[in-house]
């Protein structure tokens, strides 16, 4: 799971900066170059890795196992911890698959074709500010891992990218996580410039009484708005009542329920980006 993650984040970055990826796979020319060795861009893949190792791999320095050429592209092993995992370069440089089957342009073009929503194959549409969307549930911990993935790459890239925390619209975590996902939806919601703060304090330990008061959240606001919603999609309703459970067994949350619909969301974590679900199979 960890090294799933490890790629989500890759992933993220390297599509929205791409003009720095096109930088380091370009040998610091500030050009494209017509065909690279596989040994230069697998050094040079790695260096940029962990020059940005905070934001990429938790803080974890990666080594390189292996370069090979497989159906016409540089195939790179990589080592992190006791995980390995392989990224993918073409051989002008231009683009860097970070696993084959999602493609990342490093030279975006100005205008994008819309694609269908929940798209799942092919290469990530293009738009010209990127939409990350990360669906979880609030206490599942591979959704909290992920988080913990997604938060430097927000730091970092907030000012080049639409990017939010939406959640799964079921629950399995018994009735704590409704009432956290409810909180999070309505900071988010309303106090915004205040939510990840939160978020990072939430994802260390999850005392919410300390977050809250540690982001300086306002309650009022915040109790007034998780009572409304939770009225309004009928949540606590539908956890008294099993008979609304998803097959049986899962409570509902329908508060992002349209966007689940639309993309296909089946679990947490799931990452969407510029309305593509991003499949990491390893």
């Given amino acids: 799971m960890k090294r799933k993650l490890i790629l989500i984040s ?35 893949a790695i260096n940029y890795i962990n020059q940005n190792k905070d934001t ?71 738009k010209d500010i990127p939409d990350v969307k990360l669906f979880v549930m609030s206490y599942c911990p591979y959704g909290l891992q992920a988080q913990k993935m997604f938060l430097p790459v927000y730091n970092l890239l907030k000012e080049k990218a ?42 260390q330990d999850g005392d919410f009484d300390k977050c809250l008061t540690e982001a300086n959240i306002d309650k009022n606001k915040m109790n007034s708005c998780t009572s409304a919603t939770d009225q309004q999609y009928k949540i606590t309703e539908g956890y008294n009542d099993k008979s609304t459970w998803v097959n049986s067994q899962y409570p509902k949350f329908g508060v992002n329920d349209n966007f689940n619909q639309q993309y296909g969301v089946k679990g947490s974590p799931t990452i969407v980006i510029n309305d593509k679900i991003v499949e990491i199979n390893t």
């Fill in 162 to 203: 639409e990017m939010g925390v939406y959640f799964v619209n079921y629950i399995m975590h018994e009735k704590q996580e409704i009432d956290e996902n409810l909180r999070q939806y309505c900071i988010q919601k309303e106090q915004k410039d205040k939510y990840y703060n939160y978020l990072s304090c939430f994802i």
């Fill in 10 to 44: 890759i992933i993220i970055v390297a599509f929205l900066i791409g003009g720095a990826a096109v930088y380091f796979l370009g040998l610091g020319t500030g050009r494209i170059p017509g065909k690279l060795s596989s040994q230069q861009a697998a050094d040079k």
């Fill in 56 to 126: 990429l791999t938790g803080g974890v320095t990666v080594s390189l196992v292996s370069v090979t050429e497989e159906n016409g592209l540089y195939k790179i092993k990589i080592k992190l911890g006791d995980d390995e995992f392989d990224s993918y370069v073409t051989k002008n440089g231009k683009f860097l698959f970070p696993l084959p089957q999602a493609g990342i342009d490093l030279e975006p073009t100005p205008t994008a074709t819309p694609q269908a929503s929940g798209n799942t194959s092919g290469e990530v549409p293009k």
